[in-house]
């Protein structure tokens, strides 16, 4: 067996929306609508750079049914480019390919291989030693294990297994197609397992090694963090070493930030300027897009709650004074207000609070938002992740409406109106 390079990547999602933004700023959303494109330009520079004998992808490579025939041929062009490096490329259809109605109809370069539906299939070769074994998915939910049924290992090679499914334990935000089990997988005989589906990188198994690459583009503010594709080197039969490559073209972070103990606005800010700046040194120069939490007993927690947008002004302010893109997606406040000392009466302010936490859950309080959630959810697009967002503000409104009350007493004597 001679040594080579290859790189395993999934859920490409090309072309996909980067979620949440096109409704938020649409400034920002335009600047970046081609990040899953570009992303997929740093893949296939990725392995001709690395000399890599051959590329893995492990399903999803189009994002569900989508309608823009360009976007199949720009993932052509890459094909194209990878076989003139000499780089062969073995692919699985994951369960949004399977819901392309486009993914069938392209016609690939000859160094394109993209395992069949019906069952499971072997592709040799004898330059490197290597067998990969794969199957794609014959429609959208499968719910079989497709794992259950991959050949065997060919004796005296390298082999490969290619596989979309949510492995059991790593299914996350994930729908449970073809699932299967970590233990399974290591049994089958197979020295590499390149899988797809879950979008964050993990490493469930060495020897053999079980990998997820997670996708090559953040798409929401939920993926956080690098996102790219694995380089894995082969070296007598081994897997001599794995890294993950950052391939992201703008990356989604969430920072908490505890602000107990901050005193004044000023303070406050200081502290938020210096996470930000330190999240943002990490990101090598990406554009970032920020989820902001602030948690912890501060005494400005009223006044923060009462001027949420002022907050959020600043909070803007404060990021053009950074040398960095950094954009803010959401600002959430989950302070509180320290215990009340012993000099205040606890009678009058725990009635209060009893009072206020009473009205969040009243039953005419629950009508009136149900009212007013239906309302919202007639006016959502019909691509728009209604259910979720729905549920979220059904959770979210009482709690936040009692904050609000609670602010407004205790600031009742500084109020401006």
Not at 74 to 79: H, R, T
Not at 340 to 360: C, I
Request: charged share 25%; net charge negative; proline share 5%.
């Amino acid at each position: 067996m001679t040594g080579f390079t290859f790189v395993h990547a999934a859920d490409l999602h090309l072309d996909s929306p980067l979620l949440g933004l096109a409704g938020k700023s649409l400034e920002y959303a335009a600047r970046i609508e081609a990040a899953s494109r570009e992303a997929f330009d740093r893949l296939v520079a990725l392995a001709i750079d690395e000399g890599c004998r051959f590329m893995v992808l492990a399903g999803d490579i189009f994002d569900g049914d989508l309608r823009n025939f360009q976007t199949g041929l720009y993932f052509l062009e890459g094909m194209r480019r990878l076989d003139e490096a000499g780089i062969s490329v073995f692919m699985v259809l994951g369960n949004h390919d399977s819901a392309n109605r486009f993914a069938d109809k392209l016609t690939l370069s000859g160094n394109v291989h993209v395992f069949p539906k019906a069952r499971a299939a072997t592709h040799v070769l004898d330059d490197v030693g290597v067998a990969i074994h794969g199957r794609s998915f014959p429609r959208p939910d499968v719910s079989e294990d497709l794992a259950r049924e991959y050949p065997a290992a060919t004796q005296a090679l390298f082999n490969i297994g290619v596989l979309h499914t949510a492995c059991a334990g790593s299914e996350g935000h994930h729908a449970r197609y073809a699932p299967c089990t970590s233990e399974q997988l290591a049994n089958h005989g197979y020295d590499y397992w390149a899988l797809g589906h879950v979008h964050a990188h993990a490493v469930l198994g060495e020897h053999p090694h079980i990998v997820y690459p997670g996708n090559l583009q953040g798409r929401h503010p939920r993926e956080t963090g690098p996102k790219g594709a694995v380089l894995v080197k082969i070296e007598e039969g081994r897997v001599a070493s794995l890294e993950h490559r950052a391939l992201d073209v703008v990356r989604w972070t969430s920072i908490m930030i505890d602000t107990s103990g901050t005193a004044d606005r000023s303070e406050l800010l200081d502290l938020v300027r210096h996470h930000i700046a330190q999240e943002a040194e990490q990101a090598d120069g990406r554009p970032i897009a920020l989820r902001l939490t602030m948690t912890g007993t501060t005494p400005l927690h009223s006044r923060l709650v009462l001027e949420r947008a002022a907050l959020r002004e600043d909070v803007e302010t404060l990021l053009a004074t950074i040398p960095h893109d950094v954009w803010l997606e959401r600002l959430k406040l989950e302070t509180r207000l320290p215990a009340q000392p012993e000099a205040v009466d606890p009678t009058v302010a725990g009635k209060l609070d009893l009072e206020v936490t009473r009205l969040s859950q009243d039953s005419g309080i629950a009508k009136a938002l149900e009212a007013r959630l239906a309302e919202i959810r007639s006016k959502l697009p019909a691509s728009a992740h209604a259910d979720a967002f729905i549920e979220q503000m059904r959770a979210e409104i009482p709690e936040r409406a009692a904050a609000l009350a609670r602010s407004l007493v205790s600031e009742a004597g500084h109020a401006p109106d």
